[in-house]
């Protein structure tokens, strides 16, 4: 049974945006507070890109459907961390990787948006730039990488966000995918060299492949997925406990992510990850479960 407290409540998402929503569904029920919030990322994959939003972050937060349409139309699985700081849902950010060539150094990010309209968010160099831009909302948080290996003075207030990718990670097929288009727009793609795909330069090709067409985005060079070894993992899972009970962490939240559908965790393997996880954060922190559907089939969303 756990060391930490009585129960952490543990939440698991299908795609890592989805964390953006369960920690407002948190806040509305009063398992998180409202500000001042640790966030560790245990992920490969920082997920600090800035999002395009169509909606206004503050008019986001009050209401669990709007929240869920704008997790789903607006935030992109890297996206959704800025987006919360900016919230004030947290002022520290620790990302754990496996590992990492320099010591940890925390870096500050003051985070604003133009015009102070919630939805053109930047993140700037200094605390004047912020307030130049965003008097009113400015945030400032501090980032720091770590691993394993790491020794920091944790805040208390923790929550605890893991994507099973940080355990394996299937770069190979994830980082590229494809669409299936018409022969008439395959031709037109090769007849014009000022097509729009092409701006995008060598991440889009179009390809034909038994007759049918194909454009196929690869975002950046992959690196190949190894051989999956239990052992490995296992060990992985296991450094990581060890490490939350040196730190003597006990989060507030947890929140696991499968990456599944994004391809980042494989198909024939999340299941066996995500059962392995949570048996071991069971015995550190006896966790209760909660999965996404059942949050959404309780409260008639979908």
């Excluded at 990718?165 to 494809?178: K, L, P, Q, T, W």
């Excluded at 052992?231 to 060890?242: P, R």
């Excluded at 490490?243 to 992510?257: F, G, M, S």
């Excluded at 024939?268 to 995500?274: A, L, S, T, V």
């Amino acid at each position: 049974m756990s060391s930490g407290s009585p129960f952490s409540q543990t939440f698991v998402v299908e795609e890592h945006h989805e964390a953006f929503f369960i920690w407002h569904y948190a806040l509305l029920n009063h398992q998180i507070s409202r500000t001042g919030n640790t966030l560790l990322h245990v992920d490969e994959h920082a997920d600090m890109d800035i999002p395009i939003l169509s909606t206004s972050l503050e008019k986001i937060g009050a209401d669990l459907g709007d929240t869920l349409l704008f997790t789903r139309n607006n935030i992109g699985i890297g996206e959704f961390i800025i987006p919360s700081v900016y919230q004030g849902i947290f002022d520290k950010i620790y990302w754990m990787r496996r590992s990492q060539r320099i010591p940890p150094r925390e870096n500050i990010l003051n985070i604003a948006s133009e015009n102070g309209d919630g939805r053109r968010l930047i993140v700037t160099k200094t605390i004047f730039d912020a307030d130049l831009i965003d008097p009113d909302h400015k945030k400032t948080a501090i980032f720091c990488c770590i691993t394993p290996q790491s020794i920091i003075d944790m805040p208390q207030s923790v929550i605890l966000d893991i994507d099973l990718d940080y355990f394996f990670c299937d770069h190979e097929n994830a980082d590229r995918y494809e669409v299936q288009i018409t022969e008439q727009e395959y031709r037109t793609f090769h007849a014009h060299p000022y097509h729009r795909i092409r701006f995008y330069g060598g991440a889009v090709r179009a390809q034909e492949r038994a007759g049918a067409y194909y454009y196929k985005f690869q975002k950046k060079s992959f690196e190949k997925t190894p051989e999956f070894d239990t052992a490995e993992v296992t060990q992985h899972i296991d450094m990581l406990i060890s490490w939350l009970r040196r730190q003597d962490i006990h989060p507030a939240l947890i929140t696991v992510c499968r990456s599944r559908f994004s391809g980042f965790t494989p198909s024939e393997h999340w299941q066996w990850i995500e059962g392995c996880l949570l048996k071991k954060l069971d015995e550190q922190f006896g966790i209760v479960v909660t999965y996404l559907s059942d949050i959404l089939a309780a409260n008639s969303l979908s």
